[in-house]
């Protein structure tokens, strides 16, 4: 059974527009989120997190949103550059147990210039 | 900054081979983890280590055994390699300080033949 659960496993955007990439997750004790970004042959680089007291984090041009009710967040890179081009994760730990992370599949987004 | 180093970068074993993937980290973490990613699937964990002499298994750790050797390092071991091991292996830590992300290392891709 996922735990966390990512149901695009690819998007495409323009250049310079929006890009949104959604997560889901069953486990209503995870209380700290995260998003990471992987390379091919690298491996994953963190790149914004959340915790569930907030319902939106933001740094630069990436903003993740947190909708506990829903159990859901997003993602949002605005504007989107090429170089964003990457497989992105979303993560979930709870509090204690070392705060292990549950993964969810990965979307790849592509950047189209 | 090294971060996180894994080796091997790239194995190739046979059937019933032992191997032992090391992995080092010199930011002065306390938690290390062991994950392994397959295709179309996200990073699922295999074994932790909340602090030097401490160890805990993960989601999947049968067919392994780790080593919190010290501080700094925490290795991976396949005793007997089966073929459903292969798969790419990154190593991550993080402090105790709260809702810190984990930091990953480039991984080791590991075919078993």
């Known amino acids: 059974d996922q735990q966390v659960k990512q149901n695009s496993p690819s998007l495409s955007v323009q250049e310079g527009r929006i890009s949104i990439l959604n997560c889901d997750y069953t486990?209503?004790?995870?209380?700290?989120f995260l998003w990471y970004k992987k390379y091919p042959a690298e491996g994953p680089t963190f790149l914004i997190s959340i915790s569930s007291i907030k319902d939106k984090n933001e740094d630069g041009r990436f903003t993740v949103f947190l909708n506990k009710s829903a159990k859901h967040l997003s993602l949002h890179i605005v504007p989107s550059q090429p170089g964003d081009s990457a497989v992105y994760f979303c993560?979930?730990?709870?509090?204690?147990?070392?705060?292990?992370?549950?993964f969810g599949s990965g979307t790849q987004l592509t950047v189209l210039p | 900054n090294a971060g996180v180093t894994q080796t091997p970068k790239f194995q190739v074993l046979k059937t019933g081979q032992s191997m032992t993937l090391q992995c080092a980290q010199d930011?002065?973490?306390?938690?290390m983890y062991w994950y392994r990613q397959d295709p179309g699937m996200g990073l699922r964990l295999i074994y932790y280590s909340a602090s030097e002499g401490t160890t805990d298994k993960g989601e999947v750790p049968n067919g392994y055994n780790v080593s919190r050797l010290n501080k700094r390092e925490f290795s991976l071991r396949l005793e007997s390699a089966a073929p459903s091991q292969t798969s790419v292996y990154f190593c991550?830590?993080?402090?105790?300080?709260?809702?810190?992300?984990?930091?990953f290392g480039d991984g080791t891709r590991l075919s078993i033949l």
């Open positions: 993560a979930a730990s709870e509090a204690g147990s070392a705060r292990q992370l549950t």
């Open positions: 486990n209503s004790m995870f209380d700290y």
């Open positions: 930011m002065n973490h306390n938690s």
């Open positions: 991550a830590s993080t402090t105790d300080r709260f809702n810190q992300p984990q930091h």
